[in-house]
């Protein structure tokens, strides 16, 4: 195989992380006696300007303990259309947590604070009360996007017109917002009631997430977490990795930012060079690690399987658009095969 695209949950641990993984030390987590976990829990807190946090086994899992916590069966949270909570959590919210989404739809997501503010609910005998907005930060289906400065500005402005919504950042991509932006990760998260960060994807570890909030919050996650059958015994073990990779991993991920620069590219001339078969560019300048080039619907997976038998994996998300995602086992001496392996796949389409 060349390369695995479909996304940067598919890196492996390496030597290194495994070695520090299989030297933990470990306890009962359950008794809050597993010193790795503490001590993870402990760094991110610190990294993410939060008061405390949880390790949890997933973002979905760290998602919609926040959703819990932060509403009311009954109530409506406010979230971007083609957000991860609202399309690919298995119908967790109004499942475990009995709320209803109000979405909106927008790749602009200055435009889409403004009409999710405009979405808030007033808490009528007839209406649903609005007690949580879900931000994405970076956003997944639209292609990697970084939640912009100036709507973080409006999301705090928001915050303070409405003290009763609270706000939730899914922030699995936080750390390569945080590389591709320069800012703290505890600066694109200030204002927020809660946020999630994955271990296990751009940062390269095997597993887990981690719950960030007050410490109220938090130790109201614990029980969440708890009574979801998420609590975990010696699992230092696994949280090892997750420490080795907040400390070592993010720096790195601005050479994921640069190869995703380079797909980008070829995707471009793609689309002048075939303008019958490659259609368009989701993301003609990346502002992160994934890019997307859409083909004629009835092609898509042939281009999926063509690119497969060449040794490079990607992923089909519909309407004929594949994701391509860079991360920490696509080294740069593999960039030139995947870019001709794509170029000759689209040629033979
Ligand atoms: C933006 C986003 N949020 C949350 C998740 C959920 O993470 P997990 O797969 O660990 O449940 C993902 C997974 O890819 C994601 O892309």
Redesign the pocket.
């Given at each position: 195989m060349i390369a695995d695209l479909r996304?940067d949950?598919f890196t492996r641990p390496g030597l290194a992380m495994r070695s520090a993984m299989a030297a933990a030390e470990v306890g009962d987590d359950v008794f809050q006696e597993d010193p790795t976990i503490r001590e993870l829990e402990e760094e991110v807190a610190g990294v993410t300007g939060f008061d405390a946090a949880l390790y949890v086994p997933?973002?979905?899992?760290s998602?919609q303990i926040a959703i819990n916590l932060q509403t009311r069966p009954g109530d409506s949270v406010l979230i971007e259309a083609e957000s991860?909570v609202f399309i690919?959590e298995a119908g967790a919210g109004p499942a475990l947590s009995g709320i209803q989404f109000d979405c909106v739809y927008s790749a602009d997501f200055i435009q889409w604070t403004d009409a999710a503010a405009g979405l808030v609910r007033e808490d009528t005998l007839h209406s649903a009360t609005t007690s949580l907005i879900v931000v994405?930060n970076t956003h997944?289906r639209h292609g990697g996007r970084i939640f912009p400065a100036a709507g973080l500005e409006r999301i705090r402005a928001f915050r303070q017109k409405h003290p009763g919504v609270s706000l939730h950042c899914?922030g699995?991509?936080i750390w390569n917002a945080a590389v591709a932006t320069g800012n703290s990760v505890a600066e694109l998260l200030n204002g927020f009631d809660s946020a999630s960060v994955?271990f296990?994807?751009g940062l390269g570890a095997p597993v887990g997430?981690a719950l960030c909030g007050s410490r109220e919050l938090v130790a109201r996650a614990r029980k969440v977490r708890k009574r979801w059958g998420g609590g975990m015994r010696q699992a230092g073990i696994v949280a090892a990795g997750a420490l080795y990779a907040l400390r070592h991993h993010r720096e790195r991920i601005a050479e994921d930012h640069e190869r995703a620069g380079i797909l980008a590219e070829l995707f471009r001339g793609l689309c002048s060079d075939y303008p019958n078969k490659a259609l368009s560019a989701k993301t003609p300048d990346p502002q992160t690690n994934m890019v997307y080039l859409q083909v004629r619907p009835d092609q898509a997976q042939s281009m999926v399987d063509a690119l497969s038998a060449m040794g490079v994996l990607v992923l089909p998300t519909g309407g004929g658009w594949i994701r391509a995602v860079t991360h920490l086992d696509v080294p740069g001496h593999v960039m030139p095969k995947v870019c001709d392996a794509f170029a000759r796949c689209l040629k033979g389409l």
């Open positions: 996304s949950t997933s973002g979905t899992m998602n991860h690919y994405e997944n899914d699995a991509r994955c296990s994807k997430s």
